[in-house]
């Protein structure tokens, strides 16, 4: 098992920076790679970008490479989600996954975090 802790969210303003952590536990050689997600109130959960364990590799959903970054810390199996230039729909509840096989669903998921931008 894998556990999932995500910190950092909160009400920023427009323009400003925020940055996410998620800190991953327990049986952490078996991840293949974590995500980002979030969902908007009455929106669909959407893809903010991955990370490959492996080699730190990443990639970005639509419209988000410009403003976020992932990136690992491997001595904390920690992933973080720097969010610049943030707007109001950049509001919601972000979360973090991983998933064990690169063709699996996710497998595990943490408790996700808000994050509120006000217009």
């Known amino acids: 098992q894998v556990q999932l802790v995500e910190s950092g969210g909160g009400s920023v303003q427009v323009g400003g920076s925020l940055r996410l952590s998620c800190a991953a536990s327990g049986r952490t050689e078996s991840i293949y790679n974590m995500a980002w997600l979030r969902q908007a109130p009455g929106k669909e959960r959407e893809f903010v970008g991955q990370?490959?364990?492996?080699?730190?590799?990443?990639v970005y959903g639509d419209s988000m490479k410009d403003r976020f970054t992932i990136s690992r810390d491997n001595t904390k199996n920690t992933v973080y989600l720097q969010m610049n230039s943030l707007k109001p729909e950049d509001t919601a509840v972000y979360y973090c996954?991983?998933?064990?096989?690169?063709?699996?669903?996710?497998?595990?998921w943490g408790q996700g975090t808000q994050v509120t931008v006000p217009s």
């Open positions: 990370i490959r364990w492996s080699d730190s590799s990443t």
């Open positions: 996954a991983a998933k064990r096989r690169w063709f699996s669903s996710y497998d595990y």
